[in-house]
């Protein structure tokens, strides 16, 4: 059980431009004081490295890498309403980025079954060319890249389940079929993006499955979802490493969205990925992406680590009607959800 982290992460601060800016140094300061209170839990904590230039270069272009590191260089300033790249930010995502890829080196070298990458950052809205939303770097894009460049992964599956649509991770691999993005998020939500209806395109359709939820989905939605559409994708897809785009903002005391996960419920979920990647032989990895109550944050973050370094057992699936629907919607490119 490996969790990496770097200090660079408290240094970017949006709050030196952006008064009250959600995406802040507390988040992880909640997060690490609650696990430092458990002794880590028993994982093993490692320094993450910075991503090099070539691995960021795997999924974004050279003018946006170049331009991150100038701006940073520069003493920063805002990208959009948003979205901040300070003096200190370069290092911090670039620090991201490499703790993700140090991560899925770590898994698939077979040093460890499960990680945790907890580092900000968050990744999962920068596109190849264009930083956004809180994000400036795609951590869990360039980890899943790298995964199936140099690391000997055939395929990669990508579950996000921050409440925000991860339309990064799905810019970037829209096209491929080695990487299987399933993104369960609320609908008409910022940033617009992750309808029903967008599968991929090319070589890639199919690999993209947006599961849009209403306001107010909770337990019974995810767990169904989990059982009814992601296990038996995952098992037909058959991915050599599992990443979980590890959003926490879909919890129900989040300030930003309106779902309604308890911090329980993130161990429930978990607890189901885990058993996931040990029946197809899988290790399984978080990223941390967004969560905007830092208490809520730091319990849920625990409640995951615990789950998948081997805590509480696999709950009975509710049946909902979003899973079933989900599940006869991508039929056409993945028969093993209504078999």
């Not at 002794?39 to 320094?47: A, F, H």
């Not at 058993?275 to 969560?291: I, K, T």
């Amino acid at each position: 059980m490996l969790y990496f982290s770097h200090p660079s992460s408290l240094a970017h601060d949006p709050r030196d431009l952006m008064p009250g800016h959600p995406e802040a140094p507390p988040r992880l300061v909640a997060i690490e004081g609650r696990l430092e209170a458990v002794d880590w839990l028993g994982w093993e904590r490692r320094p993450a490295p910075a991503a090099t230039r070539p691995e960021l270069e795997l999924v974004h272009t050279s003018r946006h890498v170049t331009a991150i590191r100038e701006l940073s260089e520069a003493g920063g300033g805002a990208i959009d309403s948003e979205t901040w790249d300070g003096p200190e930010s370069y290092v911090a995502a670039a620090h991201a980025a490499g703790g993700a890829a140090a991560m899925a080196r770590a898994l698939l070298g077979g040093e460890a079954k499960v990680g945790f990458s907890a580092l900000r950052p968050p990744g999962h809205h920068a596109e190849p060319e264009l930083a956004m939303g809180f994000c400036l770097f795609d951590s869990i894009a360039v980890a899943a890249a790298l995964a199936t460049a140099e690391l000997g992964a055939s395929r990669v599956l990508i579950l996000d389940w921050d409440v925000h649509h991860g339309n990064g991770t799905e810019a970037i691999f829209r096209e491929r079929d080695d990487v299987l993005l399933i993104s369960i998020h609320q609908e008409a939500m910022w940033p617009g993006t992750g309808l029903a209806s967008d599968v991929g395109r090319g070589r890639g359709e199919g690999f993209t499955v947006n599961v849009p939820v209403p306001a107010g989905s909770g337990h019974d939605v995810f767990l169904s979802l989990l059982d009814r559409l992601v296990t038996p994708l995952a098992g037909e897809f058959g991915p050599d490493l599992i990443l979980i785009s590890a959003g926490y903002d879909s919890h129900l005391g989040d300030p930003l969205a309106d779902l309604a996960l308890a911090s329980e419920d993130f161990g429930l979920m978990a607890v189901e990925v885990r058993e996931l990647g040990a029946r197809l032989g899988a290790p399984v990895g978080a990223v941390l992406e967004g969560g905007y109550s830092p208490p809520a944050l730091a319990e849920s973050v625990e409640a995951t680590m615990r789950a998948l370094a081997g805590e509480g057992e696999p709950s009975p699936a509710p049946e909902t009607r979003i899973a079933e629907e989900a599940a006869t919607r991508v039929a056409r490119y993945w028969p093993a959800t209504v078999a």
